[in-house]
């Protein structure tokens, strides 16, 4: 296991480049957002232009040199992807180049969003079968490929144990996990106990991670809540919240997980300034410790 970070909580404290910022913070993994352009952030600007463009050779190539030159590893790349969206061949087109990209670029894993518009509207048979579909179709579009797809408990349908076993159980292939989030059954609603529960039971799954908390009053903590109940309230730094991290890491570590612990703190925004920067360190830190 490693540490790493998204991209966007780096630049959320405040760093105004990713090689400021993952040097502050010690970090050498970053999580890479790839746009529907087949952008991704680059380390530092390059002649003025603050992304690589993966669409081309020369971008892909840029790319792959500074990143080695800096000695700084994509840990993942982060699809917004739409399975409901209204030009889905374009879509898939576009998931499949990102799928590519990463098995050329030596990308450890792809993270797919489980959220789909419309989602609640649609019956659960319709859901899971239009999500199964089109893994399909990106597997074998990318049959000759290993890079593992971690759908990440996210949203609505995302954070149902039941989507996700339907999904897995559908597509039926090894290359598919997830991109397990550590909160977010936890945000959906669910107790903490059924949230370690969930997450020991797709243990074996995890693909990819990413860490975050929430510290709720001891009262509701064994309550079902509404999803996102007060959320921007009592998001915590990582080490500060109800879920013990030190028990999940055990879980993931009794499964055979072996790759980053993906820092995604979205209790920045409740601080200001140099703050966010020593709340982000301590994340950090605090993740190596439980390595």
Excluded at 16 to 43: I, M, S
Excluded at 66 to 80: H, K, M, T
Excluded at 158 to 175: I, K, M, Q, S, T
Aim: glycine residues 8%; contains cysteine; aromatic residues 8%.
């Amino acid at each position: 296991m490693d540490v790493s970070v998204r991209d966007a909580v780096v630049l959320h404290a405040g760093y105004p480049t990713l090689k400021e910022g993952l040097a502050g913070l010690e970090v050498d993994a970053v999580e890479l957002t790839v746009d529907r352009g087949l952008r991704v952030r680059a380390l530092t600007p390059v002649e003025g232009e603050a992304f690589f463009d993966l669409s081309n050779p020369s971008g892909v190539e840029s790319f792959r040199r500074q990143y080695e030159s800096a000695g700084i590893r994509p840990a993942g790349f982060l699809l917004a992807n739409n399975f409901n969206a209204e030009d889905l061949e374009a879509e898939l087109d576009w998931v499949i180049r990102a799928v590519r990209l990463a098995e050329e670029l030596g990308v450890p894993a792809v993270r797919i969003d489980s959220a789909m518009r419309g989602e609640r509207e649609m019956p659960f048979e319709a859901r899971v079968q239009r999500f199964v579909e089109c893994l399909r179709r990106v597997f074998d579009a990318t049959s000759n490929a290993k890079v593992p797809l971690g759908i990440e408990n996210h949203g609505f349908q995302g954070n149902d144990p039941a989507f996700l076993d339907a999904v897995l159980e559908g597509v039926g292939n090894p290359r598919l996990g997830l991109t397990l989030d550590t909160g977010n059954f936890y945000w959906r609603g669910h107790p903490l106990s059924r949230v370690y529960a969930i997450i020991e039971h797709f243990a074996p799954h995890v693909k990819h991670t990413h860490v975050k908390n929430i510290a709720y009053p001891p009262e509701v903590r064994e309550q079902e809540r509404e999803m996102g109940w007060q959320y921007g309230k009592y998001v915590s730094p990582i080490p500060e919240g109800d879920i013990d991290h030190v028990r999940v890491v055990k879980m993931l570590k009794a499964a055979g997980y072996d790759r980053d612990l993906c820092a995604e703190d979205e209790s920045l925004g409740k601080f200001a300034g140099e703050e966010r920067r020593q709340v982000l360190r301590r994340d950090v830190d605090y993740l190596k410790s439980l390595i």
